[in-house]
């Protein structure tokens, strides 16, 4: 079964920067695309990041292109989300998530069957 576990959240101010990390049970997640989502309060959750199984093809949402950028360890069996010039309306919940194997990356939350429980990011001044 895929597990998965964020860690890194927390408190900043805008313009720092913080990185992310979503660890998974062993070999779970060699073949499988991940991504990261987000969630504000009131609001739906939205798709922040993915990256393939072999980490070659990446997709951004238009709000966080160029400034976040994912990536994945296939030996540590962890995938990344490192945020650059954080804003406040990046506040959020952030969860990783793991799709079927070897899917293309995608943004539809329905293509994601594995989830972790999301950790807090709060970016304010």
């Known amino acids: 079964q895929v597990q998965l576990v964020e860690s890194g959240g927390g408190l900043v101010q805008p313009g720092d920067s913080l990185g992310l990390s979503c660890a998974a049970s062993?070999?779970?997640?060699?073949?499988?695309?991940l991504g990261w989502f987000r969630q504000a309060p009131g609001k739906a959750r939205d798709f922040v990041a993915g990256?393939?199984?072999?980490?070659?093809?990446?997709r951004y949402a238009d709000s966080v292109k160029g400034r976040f950028t994912i990536s994945r360890d296939a030996a540590k069996n962890t995938v990344y989300l490192q945020m650059n010039s954080l804003k406040p309306e990046d506040t959020a919940l952030y969860y990783c998530?793991?799709?079927?194997?070897?899917?293309?990356?995608?943004?539809?939350?329905?293509?994601?069957?594995?989830w972790g429980q999301g950790t807090q990011v709060t970016v304010s001044s």
């Open positions: 998530a793991a799709g079927r194997q070897y899917n293309a990356v995608t943004s539809y939350e329905q293509e994601y069957p594995y």
């Open positions: 062993a070999g779970t997640i060699t073949r499988r695309s």
């Open positions: 990256i393939s199984w072999n980490g070659g093809s990446t």
